[in-house]
């Protein structure tokens, strides 16, 4: 027997309604590449994106198309994220830091049809624009319309060009809930960038459990700063789940330095803040070296949201100390949309000491409603929850990716788990915690090593300010950890004070073979240390000991 309720689709464009009806005094903040800011209310920003996507139908965009973008957090692209998706066409977010090539691939794959783009990001449309095979729109993303040059290579239009005259007075259409609502391409750090395509119906439940209590905790009171970028797995939901829960969005365009990351926040009273470690560690850098500053009286900070990449147990220290807010991870991945999982902040006294408490904020937590998760050996034997036992973590929901765009190799295992290429364990209390990633494990006598655990140890050294762990080959042991570090400026340490430092927290068979000292640690256009680029720069080093003594 069914049951007797309303059968009613769940649409991205039912989010930005509820938020323009019941949410009309929450806002949308904006910041630009001048500094300069502008506030919209939810019921403003309804009406613009309205506006938008009859804009669209008159270019011609139909159901499926895809309209890329090459663009910061502002509002506009927020604009874009509603009007696209909710005339039943797919938002492409691609993601600027990208080689030009990349970029190109990713375009051409997708066969968008527009590209809407901010003014800084102008040269490099230019470079790509006839490389380009889909595209018939090119829009500038900006409040003039720029004077075409003369040798322009494709006709350039201005996004409040095609917004005037509008009313906003459009009806969202009715649409299949399973239809294509955005495409995201991981960066494609082993083999071409793969698309990953969301539905209305995934991106909304995504929504409503992210958001919600057990998950990021999302609510009215909240004025959330989104400095992942709207390129990366839709801002991990952030659009959707600030206009769901009716919390203000803060988009601070593209400067994401510390300084003006902690101005905006300062000046907008933001209480949560979501971004990448890298970003955390600018902010904490820029504190540092700010005396005068006061951040736990001058700032509402009452959360940090990390996730993206492995953080440092100094980092969550750090924020928590310096900025005096709760730090909680979050795990997930562009084929999750993205969130998987999420940290629990221990309540007073809960735990037995400062010790059992840190171990606890460095999990990556419970799985979110909707994520059900396995960790398994090599043969694919479920591992126990034993919190000691580590494996390959695979998952399965309504939110997690069941194909790759215009791929056609089969994806998923027999029970329709998706392997995640992370290494996990899961503690009987059900919080799982990454212990690395499957192609950065350090495969030693037969035993894995975790690089995550040791740049971790590495990095509670008072004069390391980041640390990156390599496998390299070993005759013997098969391989062996190399420690790339680099140093806080104006610190000093050497290889063998930090192996010091290292060496009661970690098995003595763990301990790396050498530590080099490196001005920089490249990352990916994603935040995360780019493990390829310094096997490559570190190939045939030779170290200081040859395995374990
Ligand atoms: P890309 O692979 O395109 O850089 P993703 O953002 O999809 O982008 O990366 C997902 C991966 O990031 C995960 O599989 C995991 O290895 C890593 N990751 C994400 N969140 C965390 C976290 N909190 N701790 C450790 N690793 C994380």
New binding site residues.
């Given amino acids: 027997m069914l049951g007797l309720m309303q059968e009613q689709p769940l649409l991205i464009s039912s989010l930005i309604e509820h938020a323009a009806e019941t949410h009309a005094d929450r806002q949308v903040v904006s910041r630009d590449a001048a500094g300069g800011i502008r506030s919209f209310g939810y019921r403003a920003l309804a009406s613009r994106a309205r506006a938008l996507a009859e804009a669209l139908i008159a270019l011609g965009v139909k159901p499926g198309d895809r309209v890329a973008t090459l663009a910061w957090n502002d509002h506009r692209h927020m604009e874009l994220y509603y009007a696209v998706s909710g005339i039943g066409a797919v938002i492409h977010t691609v993601n600027p830091r990208l080689f030009p090539q990349q970029i190109g691939f990713i375009l051409n794959h997708a066969e968008s049809c527009c590209l809407f783009f901010d003014p800084g990001f102008t040269a490099l449309v230019t470079e790509l624009a006839p490389g380009l095979t889909a595209i018939s729109h090119f829009v500038e993303m900006a409040d003039e319309a720029a004077v075409p040059l003369p040798d322009d290579p494709f006709v350039r239009q201005n996004y409040e060009h095609l917004l005037a005259g509008r009313t906003g007075a459009f009806a969202w259409p009715p649409l299949d809930d399973r239809a294509a609502s955005g495409l995201c391409y991981?960066?494609g750090?082993t083999g071409d960038p793969k698309g990953v395509l969301y539905a209305h119906r995934s991106t909304v439940l995504h929504a409503l459990s992210a958001g919600g209590p057990g998950g990021f905790n999302v609510t009215r009171d909240d004025v959330v700063l989104a400095v992942v970028p709207l390129f990366?797995?839709n801002a991990w939901g952030l659009p959707y789940v600030c206009a769901l829960n009716g919390a203000t969005l803060v988009l601070p365009g593209p400067r994401l330095d510390g300084a003006s990351i902690y101005e905006l926040m300062r000046s907008q009273s933001c209480t949560m803040a979501f971004g990448v470690p890298t970003v955390w560690m600018g902010l904490i850098d820029h504190v540092k070296n700010n005396p005068q500053l006061r951040p736990p009286d001058e700032l509402k900070l009452r959360r940090v949201i990390?996730?993206?990449?492995?953080?440092p147990a100094a980092l969550i220290d750090d924020l928590q100390d310096l900025l005096g807010c709760d730090v909680v991870?979050?795990?997930?991945?562009?084929?999750l949309s993205?969130l998987g999982s999420i940290g629990r902040v221990p309540r007073k006294g809960e735990l037995a000491d400062e010790e059992a408490r840190r171990r606890r904020l460095a999990k990556?937590g419970r799985a979110v409603f909707g994520v059900t998760m396995k960790i398994v050996d090599a043969d694919g034997q479920a591992l126990p929850r034993d919190g000691r036992a580590a494996g390959r973590l695979l998952v399965r929901g309504p939110w997690v990716t069941s194909g790759y765009f215009r791929h056609d190799a089969p994806l998923l295992d027999a029970d329709g788990f998706f392997e995640?290429?992370?290494i996990a364990t899961i503690d009987p209390a059900g919080d799982l915690e990454?212990t690395d990633?499957m192609k950065d494990v350090i495969k030693s006598g037969g035993e894995w090593i975790s690089s995550?655990e040791l740049e971790g140890v590495a990095s509670s050294h008072p004069a390391v300010a980041e640390a990156a762990v390599i496998a390299m080959p070993h005759p013997k042991w098969q391989e062996r950890p190399l420690l790339i570090a680099r140093l806080r400026e104006g610190r000093s340490a050497s290889a063998d004070d930090i192996l010091a430092h290292m060496a009661p927290h970690i098995a003595k068979w763990w301990m790396p073979d050498d530590v080099v000292f490196v001005d920089d640690i490249p990352h990916?256009a994603?935040g995360?240390i780019q493990k390829t680029k310094l096997r490559e720069r570190f190939a045939g080093h030779q170290a200081l000991q040859s395995g374990p003594n």
């Avoid at 991870?329 to 084929?335: D, V």
Wanted: hydrophobic share 40%; aromatic share 4%.
């Fill in positions: 991981t960066s750090t990366h797995v990390i996730g993206g990449a492995a953080a991870l979050a795990w997930g991945m562009t084929e993205p990556q995640t290429g992370d990454i990633r995550i990916t994603t995360k």
